[in-house]
């Protein structure tokens, strides 16, 4: 499903909408990982930091976005692709730049390990280093 026919789904269920279109805008608009310092210093002016939780939190459990830690433990929200409710696809791992702190999803496939007699449900895998615009 596309971002813009999912912001129709959500306007019956969440009562905010302007404050959830603000959200799903800025996923929109960019690809990178967006922290949730980030995050909440974007939308200050329209709401206030405990809605922006709701939000994401609402957004990922819908599989719009996922989120996972970065560096010193702060948390990261990123687009999904093709998740959908309580199902997300995207067990992929993220990578950090050490220099400019920009986070990106990376598209690798990762088996994840089977650990006799356990279940696992997920996995967060954070590589650091320089990116692209920080190597040159
Ligand atoms: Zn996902
Ligand atoms: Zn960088
Ligand atoms: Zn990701």
């Known amino acids: 499903m596309r971002l813009s026919?999912?912001?129709l789904v959500f306007m019956g269920i969440i009562r905010k909408t302007k404050s959830v279109a603000a959200v799903l805008?800025?996923?929109e608009e960019q690809e990178d990982a967006q922290s949730v310092?980030?995050?909440?210093?974007?939308?200050?002016?329209?709401m206030n930091r405990t809605t922006v939780y709701r939000i994401l939190d609402r957004f990922e459990k819908d599989g719009i976005i996922?989120?996972?830690n970065g560096k010193d433990g702060l948390r990261w929200y990123?687009?999904?692709?093709?998740?959908d409710s309580n199902h997300h696809v995207d067990a992929h791992p993220h990578f950090q730049?050490?220099?400019c702190?920009?986070?990106?999803?990376?598209?690798?496939?990762?088996?994840?390990?089977?650990?006799?007699?356990?279940k696992i449900d997920s996995t967060?895998?954070?590589?650091?280093?320089?990116?692209?615009?920080?190597r040159h």
Do not use: R, Y
Request: overall charge negative; aromatic content about 4%; charged content about 25%.
């Open 5 to 7: 026919c999912i912001k």
């Open 25 to 27: 805008q800025i996923f």
């Open 37 to 46: 310092v980030h995050l909440i210093e974007l939308l200050k002016d329209e």
């Open 66 to 68: 996922h989120s996972f």
């Open 78 to 83: 990123a687009k999904c692709h093709g998740c």
């Open 97 to 99: 730049c050490t220099e």
């Open 101 to 118: 702190d920009k986070v990106e999803c990376l598209s690798l496939e990762i088996e994840i390990p089977q650990v006799k007699n356990h």
């Open 124 to 134: 967060d895998i954070l590589l650091m280093g320089q990116c692209e615009a920080c």
